[in-house]
């Protein structure tokens, strides 16, 4: 089983960059593909962007795609999502989220195994 734990969020104006982190509990980090997902107010919860655990393989939404990077490093059990020229319709709870031994860079709610509580995101115009 894997706790984890999200910092970083806080309020920028459009255009800053915010770096999140997901702290994660257990030895066995390193065989969790890492996902971003986030859910604005009133709308579903939607994928961001996912690193595999083995060739840390990226993929991102379309809606994100060359602004943000996710990362991850195994020896501090910890992924990133590095956030660059944020825009007001970023503004939501972010979650992290792991997947054990994913073999697929999943994009769905329901592959991943564990979640974090979330970290607030918010883009001001």
């Known amino acids: 089983q894997v706790q984890l734990r999200e910092s970083g969020g806080g309020l920028v104006q459009a255009g800053g960059s915010l770096r999140l982190s997901c702290a994660a509990s257990?030895?066995?980090?390193?065989?969790?593909?890492m996902a971003w997902f986030r859910q604005a107010p009133g709308k579903e919860r939607e994928f961001v962007a996912v690193i595999g655990w083995i060739d840390a393989r990226t993929y991102y939404a379309d809606s994100v795609k060359g602004r943000f990077t996710i990362s991850r490093d195994n020896a501090k059990n910890t992924v990133y999502l590095q956030m660059n020229s944020l825009k007001p319709e970023d503004t939501a709870v972010y979650y992290c989220?792991?997947?054990?031994?994913?073999?697929?860079?999943?994009?769905?709610?329901?592959?991943?195994?564990?979640w974090g509580q979330g970290t607030q995101v918010t883009v001001s115009s």
């Open positions: 989220a792991a997947d054990y031994k994913g073999v697929m860079l999943a994009t769905t709610i329901s592959s991943y195994d564990y």
């Open positions: 257990g030895r066995t980090f390193r065989t969790y593909a």
